[in-house]
């Protein structure tokens, strides 16, 4: 399945391949989406590609093929895109998937693999959001699992009692509840069998906060 950016991307290339014969440039791609930079364009590209919907051929300079269309596409008139059902999952939002982040003893920094999942929208608000995957049960008495998927927003200051990721000493991040105490950052557990840890104020770094939950049941 597609997400909306997706769909808008094939049908865009669709269109233009069929009045010009020429793929588009990433600069009119990018013009045509509303995206701000040629980055978002090198990943929606890249999804169609592993969806097998095109085919990027090689040792030519914006040569892409189209393998097939959505579903639902249909023939339009010349110049017209087809609307997409407002109750499918082309609408949904594509958020980047950073990682693991542990809900327990701080694991290494997050990395980015490339991942993006899909999330409804307005389903963790605006802003600039990411997703992680959680790594440990410190945190179950806040609803959050060993395996759920966080949606984070980020930022780099919270307010006492948020759930917030916290990067600890410029390697390590953990998923806590933040409370200050006196001239301390406390990043507290939601589970009894962890201890709170106790930090200098330059040791931790905020790098978002929680605004929602994913959860699969197997």
């Known amino acids: 399945?597609?997400?909306?950016?997706?769909?808008?991307?094939?049908?865009?290339?669709?269109k233009h391949l069929g009045e010009d014969d020429v793929p588009p440039s990433f600069e009119e791609?990018?013009?045509?989406?509303?995206?701000?930079?040629?980055s978002g364009i090198?990943?929606?590209i890249s999804g169609l590609e592993e969806r097998g919907y095109i085919e990027r051929l090689p040792h030519r300079a914006r040569a892409l093929k189209i393998?097939?269309?959505?579903?639902?596409?249909?023939?339009?008139?010349?110049?017209v895109i087809a609307p997409a059902n407002t109750n499918d999952i082309d609408h949904f939002e594509e958020i980047p998937l950073l990682g693991k982040i542990a809900?327990?003893?701080?694991?290494?920094?997050?990395?980015?693999?490339?991942?993006?999942?899909?999330?409804?929208?307005?389903?963790?608000?605006?802003?600039?959001?990411?997703?992680?995957?959680?790594?440990?049960d410190s945190m179950i008495k806040a609803g959050i699992n060993n395996h759920d998927t966080v949606i984070i927003k980020r930022c780099e200051t919270a307010?006492?009692?948020t759930i917030i990721v916290a990067l600890v000493d410029d390697e390590e991040v953990t998923l806590k509840r933040?409370?200050?105490?006196?001239?301390?950052?406390?990043?507290?557990?939601?589970?009894?069998?962890y201890e709170p840890q106790i930090f200098e104020p330059h040791r931790v770094k905020i790098q978002g906060r929680l605004v929602s939950l994913m959860r699969r049941y197997h």
Request: no cysteine; glycine share 10%; charged share 25%.
């Open 1 to 14: 399945m597609l997400t909306r950016k997706q769909r808008d991307l094939l049908l865009f290339i669709h």
């Open 29 to 38: 791609m990018k013009n045509a989406l509303g995206l701000k930079s040629k």
């Open 42 to 44: 090198h990943r929606l």
């Open 67 to 79: 393998i097939m269309l959505p579903d639902s596409f249909e023939s339009q008139p010349s110049g």
């Open 103 to 136: 809900a327990g003893t701080p694991i290494e920094a997050i990395r980015d693999d490339g991942s993006f999942v899909q999330i409804p929208p307005g389903f963790a608000g605006t802003g600039d959001l990411y997703a992680l995957t959680v790594d440990g």
């Open 159 to 161: 307010e006492n009692g």
């Open 178 to 193: 933040l409370r200050r105490a006196g001239n301390k950052i406390v990043l507290e557990p939601e589970n009894d069998a």
